[in-house]
């Protein structure tokens, strides 16, 4: 699986747009970008995943880049309960057996 | 909805015990994972499973076994708990097939005196 790599930290207004970018120069044609958040003292949550391009749901919006070697995950109007460690990873697409890793992602602040 | 259940939520344990943290999942999934997560390290994956007694190292997979005698449970076990194998652990699952996300259960944070 592809390494990916995220700021360590950032800090974002309440209601404002957060902006989380993920570099994954070595991402494959199969890999696809998942995107997960972990509040403090829970698992991590999965928020959203993608290919190639952009999505969106209910929890924020994925957008990759043409060449997918970086993505950025949007929460469009930040809450305080957005506050959490957000980490992007990528998976290769109906793989068994792939050993899926975690960097250290980025922890964003929510500030009122 | 997904459901992944970690037995207990927090655990206190003597160095040198033998210690079994467990896993059950309620979504038929074939791979199954287990993470330690320490401040500044991330998520850290020791041992992942892909089968019914199917087993493979993670990263960290030094003082730990598994075993994966039933499809819906993954065990993680410290045959000899140790003071640096406190920390959070993470089960996860996920399915095979395409487009298939990982799911989390809540952890359970072990404490090794």
């Known amino acids: 699986d592809a390494k990916t790599t995220q700021p360590p930290s950032m800090d974002c207004a309440e209601g404002r747009a957060a902006n989380l970018p993920c570099n994954h120069s070595?991402?494959?044609?199969?890999?696809?970008v998942y995107w997960y958040r972990q509040i403090h003292s829970q698992g991590p949550q999965y928020i959203i995943h993608?290919?190639?391009n952009n999505e969106t749901n209910e929890m924020a919006s994925l957008i990759i880049t043409e060449d997918r070697k970086s993505s950025t995950l949007i929460l469009p109007h930040a809450t305080l309960r957005d506050t959490a460690v957000y980490y992007c990873?990528?998976?290769?697409?109906?793989?068994?057996?792939?050993?899926?890793?975690f960097g250290g992602g980025t922890r964003v602040l929510v500030k009122p | 909805d997904v459901k992944v259940t970690q037995s207990s939520r927090y655990l206190v344990k003597r160095t040198g015990e033998k210690v079994f943290l467990e896993c059950v999942q309620d979504?038929?999934?074939?791979?199954m994972f287990w993470y330690r997560q320490d401040p500044g390290l991330g998520l850290r994956l020791i041992y992942f499973?892909?089968?019914?007694?199917?087993?493979e190292k993670g990263d960290i997979p030094e003082g730990y076994s598994v075993s994966r005698e039933k499809k819906e449970r993954f065990s993680l076990i410290l045959e000899s708990a140790s003071t640096n194998q406190t920390s959070m652990y993470l089960c996860?699952?996920?399915?095979?097939?395409?487009?298939?996300?990982?799911?989390f259960g809540n952890g359970t944070r072990l404490t090794v005196t």
């Open positions: 996860a699952s996920r399915d095979s097939s395409y487009n298939s996300p990982l799911h």
């Open positions: 070595t991402i494959s044609g199969n890999e696809y």
């Open positions: 993608g290919l190639k």
């Open positions: 990873i990528v998976i290769t697409q109906g793989a068994a057996g792939n050993k899926l890793t």
């Open positions: 979504m038929d999934h074939e791979n």
């Open positions: 499973s892909y089968d019914v007694k199917m087993k």
